[in-house]
Structure formats: structure tokens, C-alpha cells
């Protein structure tokens, strides 16, 4: 057992050109302990590629390195597990900055005001002061946004409307006014013909 030691510690120059061979590491390569006279005989790069061809010296796999555990505590913290106060480290802001949250409100918001406008259900005076409203923080997110443009829209329909029926409103009224107008100059155009025609000639 003592001579086996003693040779298998006097490898170092074969193990130095077996890992220079097979481009590894030293730590990755084996040496066949109950072939260690033959492979400390090889002492050329040509008689160790012999020994790795014969499989007296073999290259140890890649020592595996799971990520299975991290993968499953990847998926639990997706679904809410293990972020607690006990495993958070960094503040609030840090974990997740303000701006970073402001920017992508901003985004979407500015996103959904463009198409909008593109699809034509806002005008550029909608769009300008909605921007800059949406600039000013007054819409928390999309869905506050979207409500106030439909009721916007609908309360600019209604006074439309209530414009156009005080508008045909007026319109009725000035038409009466003037049928009134036209029956009184009737009125006195019949009075004065009547007059007339009842004054004696031979005064």
C-alpha cells in the first residue's frame, strides 16, 4: 500500500500533461491507481494521450450544480411566498422605485392617449390637455383615464345638444315673433284699407 502511495504521489508530472491534454483542470483528472507503473512511465504528451486513448486516464464530468431548489423557491415567490418582512433587506424604494413605477404609468398612459388620438376619438385639444393632466398625476392608472375621456365625450354630446335645442329653440321663437310682426302690419294694412274705403268722397 506504501509503494501504491508513493507512486501515485510521484504522478505529478503525468497528471500536470494529462490536464494540459484533455484542457482541464489538474482536480478533474483521474489516474487508474491499479495501473500507476504504467502511467508513471508516460512521460511525453504523446505516451499520455496513449494512456487517455486506452481509458487509464479519463477526464472526471462536470460536477453537477442544480438549480431545481432555486427554481421551486422562484416559483413560490412568484405566487407570494417568502417575501415577508423577515426576507426583505433594501427599503421600499430601493426594492422598487418610485420613479421607475412613475415612468411606466406615465408610458401606458401616454401610449393609450396616442392611439386615441389616432383612432380619432380624441381631438389635439383633448390630447394636449389629457397629457398634461396625465403629466400633472390626476390619472391613477388606464382604466381612470379611459373614464374620464368616455364621460368628457358624453358631457361634450349633451351640451351639443342642449346648444342645438336652444338653438331651434330660438330659432322657433324668432319665427313666431316675426309670423306675430307680419299679422300686426297685416292687421293695421286691412284697419287702414277699411278706413279708407268708408271715408265719403264729396266732402
Excluded at 503525468?14 to 491534454?21: D, P, T
Excluded at 462536470?62 to 415567490?77: D, F, L
Excluded at 389635439?124 to 389629457?130: E, P, Q, S, T
Amino acid at each position: 500500500r506504501i509503494q501504491i502511495l508513493f507512486e501515485m504521489s510521484s504522478l505529478k508530472l503525468q497528471k500536470r500533461l494529462a490536464a494540459s491534454v484533455l484542457k482541464c483542470g489538474r482536480k478533474k483528472v483521474w489516474l487508474d491507481p491499479n495501473e500507476a507503473s504504467e502511467i508513471s512511465n508516460a512521460n511525453s504528451r504523446q505516451n499520455i494521450k496513449k494512456l487517455i486513448k486506452d481509458g487509464l486516464i479519463i477526464k472526471k464530468p462536470q460536477t453537477v450544480h442544480s438549480r431545481a431548489r432555486c427554481r421551486k423557491n422562484k416559483e413560490a415567490k412568484r405566487a407570494g411566498r417568502h417575501t415577508g418582512t423577515g426576507k426583505r433587506k433594501g427599503t421600499a424604494n430601493a426594492r422598487m422605485p418610485e420613479k421607475v413605477i412613475w415612468m411606466r404609468r406615465m408610458r401606458v398612459l401616454r401610449r393609450l392617449l396616442k392611439k386615441y388620438r389616432e383612432d380619432k376619438k380624441i381631438d389635439k385639444h383633448m390630447y394636449h390637455a389629457l397629457y398634461l393632466q396625465s403629466k400633472g398625476n390626476i390619472f391613477k392608472n388606464k382604466r381612470v383615464l379611459m373614464e374620464y375621456i368616455h364621460k368628457k365625450k358624453a358631457e361634450g354630446l349633451r351640451l351639443k345638444a342642449l346648444q342645438e335645442q336652444a338653438e331651434a329653440r330660438r330659432s322657433r321663437t324668432k319665427a313666431a315673433h316675426e309670423r306675430k310682426l307680419a299679422r300686426a302690419a297685416q292687421k293695421h294694412a286691412d284697419m287702414f284699407a277699411h278706413i279708407e274705403n268708408n271715408t265719403p268722397e264729396d266732402e
